[in-house]
């Protein structure tokens, strides 16, 4: 839980893959007054939000995961506008903040990490939740500059990874003809290559490997390699006991693939 005395953004990040919004966003509340001037606290307060809606909206599941179809036919939640501009407010924020410290230093970590993930996040937002696959491209495209800037700066900088291998994985497949168009416009892939960089942070990143296995979990399943997805959502399960997406598919996995 929240600790009253010293913030901590790993265990703001650890609340948040346990579900408990509520107190991760207390841990970078907290973390912004202690550290007014790192962007990294706004930038992760917005993933909270992003992370809190994909939840309430089921998104992880009917997009990701779920095959049933009784499942993606329930219902639909609407998106929550205010919630959205929170979210937006802060990505702003986090940009504002890195800005000028990107001026005094190009090599400056948190200030790349946190415009890497602002763009990724933006896209994230724009395709899970609007629907709008240009604009989600648009912003991947924006995180992966960044990415490559920070990575330079900082080989060891992991988390970058996850937006340079969703954006590898995602246009790596599409059809040839999808790929040939996005490479004319600038736009490169390889889904090969995607899954690589995603293994590199979901091994090694310090706040977004949760996030890269699960992202991994999904493309293993969809590359008919259900007993790989098997072995990273047993993995997310052990670590995150309150989060209970990882048991439902490891249920449906073994119902499916017995």
Request: include cysteine; charge should be neutral; charged fraction near 20%.
């Amino acid at each position: 839980r929240a600790d009253s005395a010293t913030a901590s953004l790993d265990s703001g990040f650890d609340l948040l893959y346990n579900l408990d919004f509520a107190h991760a966003q207390q841990q970078f509340s907290l973390y912004q007054q202690q550290h007014p001037d790192d962007p990294m606290g706004p930038v992760s307060a917005a993933a909270g939000l992003l992370f809190s809606e994909l939840d309430r909206l089921g998104i992880l599941e009917t997009k990701f995961f779920a095959t049933n179809s009784g499942f993606k036919a329930r219902p639909k939640e609407v998106a929550d506008t205010s919630l959205h501009g929170r979210f937006e407010a802060a990505l702003q924020h986090a940009e504002a903040l890195a800005s000028p410290r990107l001026a005094r230093d190009p090599s400056d970590r948190n200030a790349l990490l946190a415009v890497t993930l602002a763009a990724g996040l933006r896209a994230d937002y724009a395709s899970l939740i609007q629907d709008r696959n240009l604009a989600a491209l648009h912003y991947t495209s924006e995180a992966t500059l960044s990415a490559k800037k920070l990575l330079v700066a900082c080989a060891d900088c992991y988390d970058a990874y996850v937006a340079t291998g969703v954006s590898h994985y995602l246009i790596g497949t599409l059809s040839p003809p999808a790929r040939w168009v996005l490479r004319i416009g600038g736009y490169d892939g390889n889904k090969d290559q995607g899954i690589a960089e995603l293994r590199l942070a979901a091994a090694h990143g310090r706040y977004f490997a949760p996030f890269a296995r699960i992202l991994l979990a999904v493309a293993y399943l969809r590359g008919k390699q259900p007993d790989t997805a098997r072995q990273i959502l047993l993995g997310l399960r052990n670590d995150f006991p309150s989060n209970p997406l990882f048991s439902r598919e490891l249920t449906r996995l073994q119902q499916d693939h017995p």
